[in-house]
Structures are given as structure tokens and as C-alpha cells.
């Protein structure tokens, strides 16, 4: 299987902030890696795919880049709402896998 | 639009199988592009693909509970069904499925249902 590592785990930080976040895979994946963010309580929403295609009606301050085994996911001047959980997944192959999340909360 | 919903039993016991039932609107589970996948999350941990089937029935199983797993479709139903045998207090999760774009992203994704495994 693929395995997906992020870091960091956590982080604290403030809003305004920017926020970097990033997803290493354990062999190259091209761009087939997506983002999603979790709420505590809440199902995961889609953020990024493609590696960095922005979902339909998420907020431009996501943004994402990388390739093969390296990806980031930036927030710029991170939002109240913002704090939440964010899962990387690779869909290289279809034995999916997701990354151990990183959970961005306030400072 | 398009939602997903969980349903199934809240309580199981320790070698019982569980059976999920995912209903959709919105999108055909005979859309071309589109599937079906179920992944879980243990309480305070991370998320964990199960299974996946797409329109023409072909369908994917996570390694390590392969032997345990079993995927399923009605479309006339628009159901996806998710049977998991012999439960055990580590299957406590809560389970979610969300519809697969060809892609194979995952948008959007069910509410979820928490599933405690307990004698």
C-alpha cells in the first residue's frame, strides 16, 4: 500500500496566519492526491484534488501544490472556521490510503 | 443535489456481521463516472478506506479486511450495501460513504453512522 505521512501532526496558529501543511507519499503518485478538511463531529469535505484543483465552492485562500511523493496545502490568512483537521488521500491506486491528518487549532 | 445517507444497526455484538446500507440521490449508480465508496474512523483517529464498487460492478477492497468485507449495489434502489463479518470492539468506528468521482476523490460524503461493537 501507499502510505501518506503529513506534517506536522498539529499545529497552532492564528487567524490571519498562513498555514502550510504537507503530505509526503512513501512512492511517486504523480498529482493524484486530494485534501479534505474535518470538523469535529462532521463528515470530511473535499478541498483540493487533483492535487491542486480547487472544489467548487471552497474558499481561494486553499490552495494546493506538489507532485510524486511531495504535496502542500497552504491556507492563507487563516479563518475562524478554518480550524478543523486536514486529511491528504492518494487515489494513485485503488487501494486508497490517507494520510494521519494534521489538526490546526487556535493559538 | 446530490446526498448519501448511512443507515444500519448502532449496536452490534462481537462476531456478528454488520450490515451498512448507503442510499443516494441526486447521481445514478449506473453513472459511468461515478461510485461508491465506504470508509471508516475509529473515534479519534483517522479516516481508513474500506471498499469502494463503481457503476459496472467493479469493486475494491481494502487489504487488511478484505477477507471480512463484502460491497454491493442495487440500483434500483440506489443503495450500496456494506456487510463487515465477524465484528470485533476494534470495528467501533464511525462509517461513512461517499460518492467517488472517476477521478477517485471522494465528494460529497454521508452524515455517517457511529457503530459500537459491544457484547
Known amino acids: 500500500d501507499i502510505r501518506l505521512t503529513q506534517s506536522p501532526s498539529s499545529l497552532s496558529a492564528s487567524v490571519g496566519d498562513r498555514v502550510i501543511i504537507t503530505c509526503r507519499a512513501s512512492?511517486?503518485?504523480?498529482?493524484?492526491l486530494n485534501w479534505y478538511q474535518q470538523k469535529p463531529g462532521k463528515a470530511p469535505k473535499l478541498l483540493i484534488y487533483?492535487?491542486?484543483s480547487l472544489q467548487s465552492g471552497v474558499p481561494p485562500r486553499f490552495s494546493g501544490s506538489g507532485s510524486e511523493t511531495e504535496f502542500t496545502l497552504t491556507i492563507i490568512s487563516l479563518q475562524p472556521e478554518d480550524f478543523a483537521t486536514y486529511y491528504c488521500?492518494?487515489?494513485?491506486?485503488?487501494?486508497?490510503?490517507f494520510g494521519p491528518g494534521t489538526r490546526v487549532d487556535i493559538k | 443535489q446530490v446526498t448519501l445517507k448511512e443507515s444500519g444497526p448502532v449496536l452490534v455484538k462481537p462476531t456478528e456481521t454488520l450490515t451498512l446500507t448507503c442510499t443516494v440521490s441526486?447521481?445514478?449508480?449506473?453513472?459511468?463516472?461515478?461510485?461508491v465508496t465506504w470508509i471508516r474512523q475509529s473515534p479519534g483517529k483517522a479516516l481508513e478506506w474500506l471498499a469502494h464498487?463503481?457503476?459496472?460492478?467493479?469493486?475494491s477492497y481494502s487489504k487488511s479486511l478484505k477477507s471480512r468485507l463484502t460491497i454491493s449495489k442495487d440500483t434500483s434502489k440506489s443503495q450500496v450495501v456494506l456487510s463487515m463479518t465477524n465484528m470485533d470492539p476494534v470495528d467501533t468506528a464511525t462509517y461513512y460513504c461517499?460518492?467517488?468521482?472517476?477521478?477517485?476523490?471522494?465528494?460529497?460524503w454521508g452524515q455517517g453512522i457511529l457503530v459500537t461493537v459491544s457484547s
Open positions: 512512492q511517486k503518485i504523480s498529482r493524484y
Open positions: 464498487i463503481f457503476s459496472k460492478d467493479e469493486k
Open positions: 441526486g447521481f445514478s449508480l449506473n453513472n459511468t463516472r461515478m461510485g
Open positions: 487533483g492535487a491542486s
Open positions: 488521500q492518494q487515489s494513485y491506486s485503488t487501494l486508497f490510503t
Open positions: 461517499a460518492r467517488m468521482i472517476s477521478g477517485n476523490w471522494f465528494d460529497p
